[in-house]
């Protein structure tokens, strides 16, 4: 396609309007064991150091009736509270 007939780059957005981040990055699983999942995620990290902060996530039978979006803006959401989390507890004194 020729640069005259490219979409315009837009915001993706989650169900009610929500734009997504754009430097976000998940992967979700279906069917897969334990052993299976975590396989995955160490294939997925070792591929380059900037998929180290990727989020991971398996479907459950709550989630897996959610339109896209809506599953990764709350998996964005959790794995920005996960980092936090994690920072804070790297920063007390032992």
């Not at 915001?11 to 990055?25: I, V």
């Amino acid at each position: 396609m020729d640069e005259k007939n490219k979409e315009p780059q837009t915001q993706p957005q989650a169900t009610g309007g929500q734009p997504l981040p754009r430097d976000f990055r998940a992967v979700v699983m279906y069917g897969m064991s334990n052993q299976e999942a975590l396989a995955v995620m160490k294939a997925v990290k070792a591929i380059s150091p900037s998929m180290k902060d990727t989020a991971f996530a398996m479907t459950t039978e709550t989630n897996i009736a959610w339109p896209l979006g809506q599953l990764i803006a709350e998996l964005s959401a959790e794995h920005r509270m996960m980092r936090k989390w994690t920072e804070s507890q790297r920063e007390k004194p032992e």
